[in-house]
């Protein structure tokens, strides 16, 4: 406060980019009216003591864009992969977060504000407590929000031992995301089911490890548990 800043100014017609000099921070301001809606998501991979990725899917072209209030309302830019139904994946990698800190982010430039939260990986050993499923195959819509309502509140991370879609079936991912609406309170770790069809599932989700078509797995490490 009190003080002058000078910045540089990019950017197309939908977006500009100012970088504030000596802030090495990105501030987007939109120009264009916020039309995406959100259809997919959001859920959080691949989270470390000081990292996280976010992604989410949006109907139409949106900025790859989170706020994160933790660290001082720094707005961070990902990436956007055009889908071929027309939809867009987003993805966010974030860094420089504290250790097993509770953080909340919003997702920016959708129509309809959205928010996602989850804890970062603890240095050292700490109690913890999550949530775990498996074989789900699109069941009954309430049927994992009733798992989460018996487990209980207050978890730090949520694992899939596979089959959350029927790829024989014709149950596909849209109907898992929509019923699994706490993946954006927490960090998910899916172990990939014969089910789940390749390469959806290494597409979609972000992991500790690169896995591919001959790696299907991968290992991860909270308090003094892998």
């Known amino acids: 406060?009190?003080?002058?800043?000078?910045?540089?100014?990019?950017?197309?017609?939908?977006?500009?980019?100012?970088?504030?000099?000596?802030?090495?921070?990105?501030?987007?301001?939109?120009?264009?009216?916020?039309?995406?809606q959100l259809v997919r998501g959001p859920w959080i991979g691949n989270v470390g003591t000081d990292t996280a990725t976010v992604r989410w899917e949006t109907s139409g072209l949106a900025q790859a864009a989170i706020l994160n209030a933790a660290v001082g309302f720094v707005w961070t830019i990902g990436t956007s992969l055009p889908l071929p139904d027309g939809r867009y994946?987003?993805?966010?990698?974030?860094?420089?977060?504290?250790?097993g800190q509770q953080q909340t982010v919003q997702l920016m430039d959708l129509s309809t504000p959205k928010w996602a939260s989850f804890r970062t990986t603890p240095r050292g050993v700490i109690p913890f407590r999550f949530a775990s499923f498996g074989d789900?195959?699109?069941?009954?819509?309430?049927?994992?929000?009733?798992?989460?309502?018996?487990v209980g509140q207050g978890n730090h991370f949520f694992v899939s031992t596979?089959?959350?879609?029927?790829?024989?079936?014709?149950?596909?991912?849209?109907?898992?995301f929509g019923a699994a609406t706490f993946l954006s309170q927490g960090?998910?770790?899916?172990?990939?089911?014969?089910?789940?069809?390749?390469?959806?599932?290494?597409?979609?989700?972000?992991?500790?490890?690169?896995?591919?078509?001959?790696?299907?797995y991968y290992s991860f490490t909270y308090s003094n548990t892998k």
Not at 89 to 99: D, N, Y
């Open 136 to 150: 789900y195959q699109c069941g009954e819509p309430g049927l994992l929000q009733g798992l989460l309502s018996q």
């Open 89 to 99: 994946r987003h993805s966010v990698t974030l860094s420089g977060l504290v250790a």
């Open 1 to 36: 406060l009190g003080s002058k800043l000078k910045w540089t100014t990019t950017g197309s017609p939908e977006y500009r980019e100012t970088t504030i000099t000596g802030q090495n921070k990105t501030i987007l301001f939109p120009t264009l009216q916020k039309t995406a």
């Open 162 to 176: 596979g089959d959350m879609v029927d790829s024989y079936g014709g149950c596909n991912w849209d109907s898992f």
């Open 187 to 216: 960090a998910f770790y899916p172990a990939q089911g014969n089910n789940d069809p390749m390469p959806d599932w290494m597409d979609l989700f972000s992991f500790p490890q690169q896995v591919s078509l001959s790696k299907r």
